[in-house]
């Protein structure tokens, strides 16, 4: 059963629309990463699911309940900000204890002095201690409970953060950006941390990034927003091999993808250097195309046999693989290619090489981004080419 659903959410500041109508589920215990250049509205979408904002039209659903008009505090959502939101007159072990008390404890109960002696809250004040122990053991911040924000580190915070948004059980966990302000190595690291705990609570979680990696390796699914309209959301490896838009496919993998242009017959026929496509969904009314390809599906080497004939620009050496920028000699732009360093050895600046590109690798889309499915119908030879 689906757990949180989000139903054609709009939403426009002054005029300009910034949500176009986003429809997602997130079933129980899933993981969905949403990931978009700066400015396409995740964040807008994380606070009117939260219910810090309103939509101005569409239905947000959670556990098949229409919870659309709720206020933030009846919603049972956990959020987890970049700031972390800590108080910081509170220790750890007073951060964590605030969902609950607001929870379980009345207003008077909560009075300094005068709760203490109001009937009943002995009793829930140890509880409350009792389950911020529990967390804080799970966490492994138990040695920070006493601890003001001012006196903790970057990790240390982001820690006490999550162990008070996941306290009190939440029906949906909502985190925008939770790990930016973390140097690199520890990002890695709470990256683990942060699946394990959504493993162990089970409950759906929606993830702001701008960090493709963070979004492939930590989601089940990943949501691609661009400009406001949901593009596509499907598993990583979906998302990275079988784009359905051509924002898509640039905005996640590092170098980015090629994208060349060319153009389709009148049959549908794409025709790329030796090779031969056929447009097998309905063709666009444009004649010019776009070909996608990743740059670790490039293959340089020595010669100029190849389906197309380039000469290496520059080379990047990145240790544990080499980036190529080639220029076609055909069309005249550049193609960036991914190797191994092995693979790399016999090419250097200027040489002419031959360009390969397995044709199943290669992605056809329409001028205006959609996906159009293709396969090759022929692959010249290069002594056809030759004589051709
Ligand atoms: N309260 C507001 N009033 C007016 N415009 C707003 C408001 N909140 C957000 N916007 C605008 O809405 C757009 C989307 O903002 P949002 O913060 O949702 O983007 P984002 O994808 O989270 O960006 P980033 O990755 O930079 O955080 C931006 O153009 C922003 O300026």
Known sequence: MSVLSLDNITKSFAGNAILNGVSLEAGQGEFIALVGPSGCGKSTLLRIVAGLDHADSGEIAIGGRNVSSLAAADRNIAMVFQSYALYPHLTAGQNIAVPLAMRRLTAAQRLPFIGDFLPGQRQIRADIQRQVREMAASLKIDHLLDRKPGQMSGGQRQRVALARAMVRRPSVFL??????????????HARGEIVELHRRAGVPTLYVTHDQSEALSMADRVAVMIGGTLLQLAPPQEIYDDPAHIEVARFLGQPRINVLETRMDATGLVRFGALTLAVETAPPSERRVLIGVRPEFVRLRPGTDGILRA??????????????????DAIGETIVARIAPADAATLSTGMPVSVEIEPSRMMLFATTGERLRAKTVAIASSRERAHG
């Open 175 to 188: 985190m925008d950006e939770p790990l930016s302000n973390l140097d690199a190595n520890l990002r890695v």
């Open 311 to 328: 000469r290496i620009e520059r080379t990047e050496f990145l240790g544990s693989e080499v980036i190529i920028h080639a220029r076609l």
